[in-house]
């Protein structure tokens, strides 16, 4: 007996039903949406953020650089102040049954560095309670120009240059442990100070 034939390879028997296609895997998994990806911002955001960041960089190291040539150019500096004149006047010590009271107008010039600048002050004490014991040693300082005075102003300066103004800075002018026997002699300079925070 012969053995039968084997069938070749793809063969395909007429009398047999047709088998369905199997089904492809899917591609991608079927997830519920909140399980989805979201999609990512584009790079333009991030590219826009980092330019803007840099031109405001760029911008301050500018203002520093131009604030700093602004400084050498013109240097600028406070004004020097001495006490040119000072002046008290109509001091009076009066001795009553309830105190020791003390009058007295004091008339005070300061003047800035080459005369550009000048402070007048006036100022006038009128019948103020002093201890008892202190009267008699101030008109004794007064009468031997040995008394000391201090003088504390606060005022403001500002800077103007071809009709350009800018704003007025607020200053205290100090000048303080000087005898009248010393402003006849020489002009003290005072002390200035600003910005205090």
Known sequence: MKPPLQTPPGYRDPNLPAKSAPRPLPTKA???????????????????????????????????????????????????????????????????????????????????????????????????????????KILDQFMSKKLKVNLDVKTSIGIGAEGVKTGLLGVEVLCGGVTLKETITEMPRCIISTLKW
């Open 30 to 136: 079927m997830l519920p949406p909140s399980f989805q990806p979201r999609k990512r911002r584009s790079r333009h955001c991030r590219l826009c953020f980092c330019c803007l960041i840099l031109l405001i960089m760029v911008a301050i190291l500018l203002l520093m650089i131009a604030g700093g040539l602004f400084y050498l150019w013109f240097d600028p500096k406070l004004p020097v102040f001495h006490l040119q004149s000072l002046k008290l006047s109509a001091l009076n010590i009066t001795k009553k049954p309830d105190g020791t009271f003390l009058s007295a107008k004091m008339v005070a010039r300061i003047e800035g560095q080459q005369n550009t600048t000048s402070l007048k002050i006036e100022t006038s004490v009128n019948n103020e309670l002093i201890e008892d014991g202190i009267g008699s």
